[in-house]
C-alpha cells in the first residue's frame, strides 16, 4: 500500500513538472495599459448621448481632453462640424498626463430626430482626437414661434451652415454640396430629410422656392428670407433633374 502511495505521488510530482514547465514555455504579453489603449490625446467620453432634448433647448455636454504624453501640449485647433456646434475648453493648456474640460454645447432649434454632432481637436504634437455628441431631438409645444413667423435654420448659429455659405454660390453642384447634402444626402438620396429622386420639376421648385412650412425647411427664395436668387434656384433645378437615380 505504501509503495503504491509512493508511485501515485511521483506520478503526480512529474505531471505538475511537466504542467509548469509547459506554461513556462507560453509567452505571456507584457504591455502597459496606458501605453497600448490610450492615445497620447484620449477624450472621454469618445461618445457621448445626451438622450431625448427638445427643440429650441440647448444640448450641452462636458468632455475630459487627457494629455497622456510626458510632456505639455496646447490644443491649437478645434474645430465643429457645423456652425449651430460651439466648443470651448477650460484650459488650451494641459500638463503631462493631466486634462482639462471640454465644454460642447448644439443649438437644436429647427432639428429633428436623432443628430450627431462632432468636434475634432488637435494639439501642439499634432495628435489629433474627436468628441461625438449624440441627442434626439423631439417636439417642443411650448417653442414658440418668432412673430411673423422664424426660419429656423436661417436664423441665429445655424445661419453659419445653412444661410451665408449659400450666398452668390453660381456652381449648382457646390450649391447642393453646401446648402442641401447635409439633409438630404450627397446625391439627394435622403438623410433626415426625404430624397429628390422622382420629384417633378414643378413640386421641387415649389419647395425649395416656398419652403414646407416648418423651421426645417423653410423658403430659400430671396423673396421669402433665403438665401437664394430665382437664377440660383433654377440653376439647382436643372441640376437635380439630371441626376442619374440611385442605385438599389
Known sequence: M??????????LG?????????????????????????????????VYDL????EGEAAIATFLIRNNSQQSIELVDIQASCGCTAAEPDSYIIAPNSFTQLKVAVDTTAKQDDIKKAVYITDSLGHKATAMLRFNVIDNPHFAMKKGGVKGIFDGQCAACHFEPLVGVKEPSKLYEVGCAMCHGQDAEGAYAPSLHGQTLAHLKQVITHGMGNRQMPGFSTANGGPLTDVQIQGLLTWLQALPEPKK
Open 2 to 11: 505504501v509503495r503504491y502511495i509512493s508511485i501515485c505521488c511521483l506520478i
Open 14 to 46: 512529474l505531471t505538475a513538472c511537466t504542467t509548469e514547465q509547459e506554461q513556462a514555455e507560453i509567452p505571456i504579453e507584457t504591455t502597459s495599459t496606458t501605453e497600448a489603449v490610450l492615445p497620447a490625446l484620449h477624450i472621454q467620453p469618445d
Open 51 to 54: 438622450g431625448d432634448i427638445k
